[in-house]
């Protein structure tokens, strides 16, 4: 059953370590971690936090530094809904591969054109930032 897992260690002197809920029983548990634990993405977040406290315990992850590694690496993903995703719409799994020389500043596209907008045109309000407020529109008036 499920509560195998959890009375076993204690007869091997293995502590129980658990992400607990607030209706999670705690009789054989010696660490409590307590989260949501009924939800994917909160679990991942759970193991994410966990993850990044032993990297600080261990000093090799300063804690004035921020952790670079994205909570998304932590969530599960079913391979065949992922394969399934891939089949419905292959564009957007569809990486373009770069080669050692290629030139990742070269402008392509729209961006080579300028676009339409440019950065010198006036800020929105006037130049005049100590002016007097416009007059409110008549309330009436749609």
């Known amino acids: 059953t499920d509560s195998e897992p959890i ?3 204690p007869y091997a002197n293995i502590p129980v370590v658990a992400l607990c809920d607030t209706d999670s029983p705690l009789e054989h548990v010696d660490i409590a971690i307590p989260g949501n634990n009924k939800g994917k993405e909160s679990i991942a977040l759970l193991y994410w936090l966990l993850a ?6 261990r000093g ?4 004035s530094r921020g952790w670079d ?6 969530f599960w993903r079913d391979p065949e809904e992922l394969e399934r995703q891939e ?3 292959p564009a957007a799994y569809q990486t373009q591969e770069w080669k050692q020389g290629d030139d990742w500043n070269a402008q392509q596209g729209d961006w080579a ?3 339409a907008e440019t950065w010198d045109a006036p800020a929105a309000g006037g130049e005049d930032w100590g002016a007097a407020a416009a007059p409110a529109a008549d309330a009436n008036s749609w």
Not at 60 to 63: E, F, G, M, T, V
Not at 69 to 74: A, E, L, Q, T
């Open 7 to 9: 009375k076993g260690p």
């Open 87 to 89: 089949k419905e719409d």
């Open 52 to 57: 990044r406290e032993v990297q600080y315990l």
């Open 113 to 115: 054109e300028g676009g």
């Open 69 to 74: 590694i994205m909570v998304d690496s932590f």
């Open 60 to 63: 090799s992850l300063d804690r």
